[in-house]
């Protein structure tokens, strides 16, 4: 990447695609879009190839669905497995819960995969269900708009446009880095970049790094680079609580039993599934059940850092849970490296190369890595997507992002949001709630056929409803207990985290629930509408 400034930088995952040649789609129909152009149209866009847009996808072709397009703006499927390269990004959920369970994958390597094998797992499943015709990669979504008139939405994007039934969010909650505001980090002139974006063409042999984050991402990469690297400073603005790791590589005893007796390795994810969502307790019931975590995770500590001033930096100051609990057995003994340093001041600005903190002293390094996650409750989209009364979803939620089950949202008619508000989890597998959701679309999407229902949107009083109900169930969850973390919006509200066990949302979203909806039938729509409809 070389010496890039690192607002320009980072995050930049568009700058990394290659053209593609594209495919016809396998429905041919155009409609007129919103200047009068003939642009394909399609039942479905899907915006997104992560777990959640390639889920959906596999949905939609098992149950005979061929009229969707997948949107893209990377080069490749697997949305955080494709993006997150950074060394040594892993998950830190079991993987056998942490994959589809209609896909079980029995040659996982590791108990917790490795981006790269997650990743391949993602490839495979595009590759088996034939979900390179449906793609357009290098498409960046630049804005979806309702057309009430046509009862369609408009999707432009960096190169093409689509008119859609039905758009389908699945951008994800953590695709869009964020960089914080220094001053004079635009005129950094050595080598900047996240750690979703590693450049991997820099080499860091030697040189003198800063790291701005203890996060999940952070606990991962630093003990791989100091090793490499002459001087890490190392950020820390609050310490993280970190557990011990349990990983470690599956047998090929393991192996072979799950691929000759596929029962025995359900068994194993439900008993993963139903180990963590116990963990669920602690979480949102009762703070008291974190106080065996907290000492496990004190004496990971006293046994890992013998310096009691280092480990005082590294003692968290709030209660385990509150912000997101991490797993590592190498990021305490990489910050005992005598070329390692962690610093707990704040960085008052960057002056050349020279990072400035808040009591003066000053480090000059050659490159800033920066570990400080995602865009998570102002994602970008939102300002891209524009309702039915005009205003983009970003000028609608001003107040703070909600969603009925975090998928459907008023004002925005025939629009899924998968992993919107209030479905991230503290304890347990994104992708069971992914599930869940794809389940919800798919009932939808079959209702909307067997009723002959062209439109639908959430009811104002349904979305209210059910958001106050979640908030209501916030006061009392160990994320309220008084930290600053990434799952609460500006206004200190969580937006981000479901509240509850996740059986009880996978039971939530098993129909789509059409009484919580404003449903226009077919026959209804005006004249011209209705024909396109019934064409
Ligand atoms: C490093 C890391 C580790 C994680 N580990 C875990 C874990 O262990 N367990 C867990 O449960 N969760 C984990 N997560 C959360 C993870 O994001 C989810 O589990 C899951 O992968 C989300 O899938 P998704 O499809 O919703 O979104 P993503 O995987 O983020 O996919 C979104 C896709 O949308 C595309 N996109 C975004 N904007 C646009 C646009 N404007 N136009 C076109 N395309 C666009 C992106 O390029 C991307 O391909 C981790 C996240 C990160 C970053």
Redesign the pocket.
Known sequence: MGAAPAGARAGA?IDRVRPVSLVELPAGRTAPDGSGRAVPHVRIAI?????????LAIRLKQEGIEDFVL????DD????????T?PG?????PSHL?SFSFAPNPDWTRT?SR?GEIWNYLRDLARRHDLHAHIRFG????GATWDEAHARWHVE??RGAWTAEVVVD???????PQVPAIRGLRRFPGTAFH??DWDHDHDLTGERVAVIGTG??AI?FVPRIAGEVGQLHVFQRTAPWILPHTDRPTTRLERRLYRAFPLAQRIVRSAVYWSRESFALGFIKDQRFMKGAEKIALAHLRRQVRDPELRRKLTPQFRLGCKRVLLSNDWYPALTRPNVELVTESIREIRGRTIVLSDGSEREVDTIIFGTG?HVTDP??AR?VRGRDGRTLAEAMSAGIQAYLGATMGGLPNFFK??GPNT??GH???????ESQLRYVMDALRIMDEQQIATFEVRPEAMTAYNAQIQSMMPGTVWMSGCASWYLDAAGRNTTLWPDFTWRFRYRTRRFNTRAYELRRRADLPAPAAAEAAA
């Open positions: 995952a915006v997104g190839t992560g777990f959640a847009g390639l889920g949107i893209e703006r990377a499927v697997g949305g955080t497995w494709q993006a997150n950074y990004c892993q998950c830190d959920v942490y917790y981006q498409h960046e979504l630049t994007t960096s699945a951008t994800g909650p953590l695709s869009h750690s979703a999940a991402s991962q995602f970008p989209t891209l998968l992993i991230g989890l347990s597998s994104m992708v069971f709630m992914i």
